[in-house]
């Protein structure tokens, strides 16, 4: 097995089987036909492998006994003229299995192109070529160097804005091979471009004209900004995709002063990496994103988000203009891009060594008395029974003892959340369960049972979690959290919002159970989240609480009517 140490993966390792098998079965993987060692990367023999420096990984690392016999003989033939067969029959000794592992490796770690080491347009300047064949692996979208060089070398730019500011950004774009011309304003069309960059000098009425023009001629165009301390860069507007320039210029200030010849040229070669991005469809774009503000003075950066305002006429109309509530910009703010702007790339970080181990973590008490649930046979009666609630608690939060982890490291789940990471905590209030004490319990889905958190008075506990649904007097009382810490870890801002859908995934899944065992269920409209929270003794920020629901056996519920 080769084993992979990424400094960029949390000191991750990956098994060369692994990654084989997740190519085979995963149809967003697409395997180079004639497998090529990247041009420019530096490869450095250690003593238990061999570590590659120069790609957007920083630096990879391979690993273990294939790595130290079978890769060596490997690279030499990785020159993009033979294909997976050839290089089987080259190498007779080695198994198919094992060589196509070592090559699906080396593929997912960013260390191979498709077809031969050609530089693609004479256009682009040697240097450029260089960096964008090393970087390819940062989106996945071009097969090679040469694909990405044709690529950039086919775009033509117009910029637009004020001297001298425009003039540095055309020399520095033209330096890297880019077709760049000057804008003089709507009188020259802009269809004749496919990107159109604007130097905002804080002129309202020319960027109204910019953003004017794009729509009508339906291209792209990037905002970028220098002042005396600070560069912005973004964002890309497009009338399809996102909002007007008057919704993001609108609520902020412009840039302060006028940028020092040195701090000029900081900006034009920031300006130019990110459009050079944008074009060759390599390296990060943040500008799809939103506005990147540069801080020259103190070497910091940050971002600002831009939305679609209510009661904008072009964007979202209406017939007066609505406060922004915070929940309508981060739906935006998380939206997925649109499909021309996605990269192939990101869907290999569900690969990453750090998230596939994130699907392995199951929360516990260590010091709680635990209360095993294997065993309690499910049963209908006048009473909900400690066997109804397992086969709840586990169907709707906990594995299947039935499948083990795929070859791929994928965890089994009765239930299924965003990114199988299992966000659906369980905690449950127990108020009339023969077998088991009131108290307030924790589900670890690990080894399928109860940590008891403390025991307590339950009309009291139950009042404080939700009184809505305590003056009934239910069995039990279970509330449903989402581990943000684990999903965050992953998905970052998306988080929240695959929380709210995997708990309505879990809910639709406890009550479709509860109407099979006879369980009534009643879900409560509001709670007191820091009531709840300070019930279960968790931290609201940590553990949103997503769901409240009050269970009773079937015949209770038929009593009380």
């Not at 709507?186 to 990107?195: I, K, M, N, R």
């Amino acid at each position: 097995m080769i084993e992979v140490d990424d400094t960029t993966r949390q000191n991750g390792r990956l098994s060369a089987a692994a990654m084989a098998y997740a190519v085979a079965v995963d149809p967003q993987f697409s395997m180079p036909v004639r497998p090529c060692l990247a041009p420019g990367l530096v490869c450095v023999p250690l003593d238990d492998g061999l570590a590659f420096a120069g790609t957007a990984n920083r630096q990879t690392v391979l690993r273990g006994r294939a790595a130290l016999t079978l890769i060596p003989r490997l690279l030499p033939a990785l020159d993009g003229a033979h294909t997976m067969d050839e290089l089987a029959a080259a190498h007779p000794d080695v198994t198919a299995t094992a060589l196509r592992a070592c090559i699906s490796l080396l593929y997912v770690s960013g260390l191979l192109q498709d077809g031969p080491d050609g530089l693609g347009s004479g256009l682009i300047p040697a240097e450029v070529a260089d960096y964008l064949g090393r970087n390819l692996d940062t989106t996945r979208i071009n097969h090679s160097r040469g694909e990405a060089c044709d690529r950039l070398a086919r775009t033509r730019v117009l910029i637009a804005g004020p001297e001298p500011l425009a003039g540095r950004l055309r020399a520095e774009l033209a330096g890297a091979g880019v077709d760049a011309h000057g804008w003089t304003g709507p009188g020259q069309t802009v269809g004749d471009g496919d990107l159109l960059v604007a130097v905002d000098d804080g002129d309202t009425a020319a960027m109204a004209a910019v953003d004017q023009a794009c729509r009508r001629s339906g291209i792209s165009w990037l905002r970028t900004a220098a002042g005396e301390r600070t560069a912005e860069i973004g964002p890309l507007f497009n009338a399809r995709y996102t909002g007007c320039h008057e919704c993001f210029a609108g609520h902020r200030p412009h840039p302060d002063g006028t940028p020092s010849p040195a701090r000029a040229a900081i900006w034009a070669a920031l300006t130019a990496t990110e459009i050079v991005h944008l074009l060759s469809r390599v390296g990060s774009t943040p500008s799809t994103s939103g506005c990147t503000v540069f801080d020259l003075g103190d070497w910091t950066q940050s971002m600002v988000g831009a939305y679609r305002r209510p009661g904008c006429p072009q964007c979202l109309p209406a017939r007066a203009p609505a406060p922004t509530a915070s929940a309508h910009l981060y739906e935006q703010a998380v939206a997925a891009p649109p499909r021309e702007w996605l990269n192939l790339k990101d869907h290999q970080a569900h690969y990453r060594p750090a998230n596939l181990s994130l699907q392995r973590y199951n929360k516990e008490y260590l010091a709680a008395p635990r209360i095993p649930l294997d065993g309690e046979p499910p049963a209908t009666g006048p009473r909900l029974t400690l066997g109804t609630l397992a086969v709840l608690l586990r169907r709707t939060a906990g594995l299947r003892e039935d499948e083990p982890a795929t070859a791929s490291g994928k965890v089994n789940r009765w239930a299924p959340t965003g990114g199988n990471l299992g966000s659906v905590q369980a905690y449950l209030l127990a108020l009339d369960v023969p077998g088991l004490p009131p108290g307030c319990y924790f589900y670890q889905r690990g080894d399928h049972s109860l940590a008891r958190i403390r025991a307590g008075a339950p009309e009291t506990d139950a009042a404080a979690v939700c009184p809505q649904l305590a003056a009934q007097r239910p069995a039990a009382l279970i509330a449903l959290t989402g581990a943000l810490g684990v999903v965050a870890a992953k998905y970052q801002d998306f988080a929240y919002r695959i929380l709210c859908l995997d708990a309505g995934v879990a809910l639709a899944q406890l009550t479709a159970l509860a109407d099979d065992h006879r369980v009534t269920i009643r879900i409560a409209d509001r709670w007191d989240d820091t009531a709840v929270s300070r019930a279960l003794r968790i931290e609201p920020a940590d553990e949103p609480v997503t769901t409240v629901l009050a269970l009773d056996p079937r015949n209770h519920d038929d009593l009380h009517h």
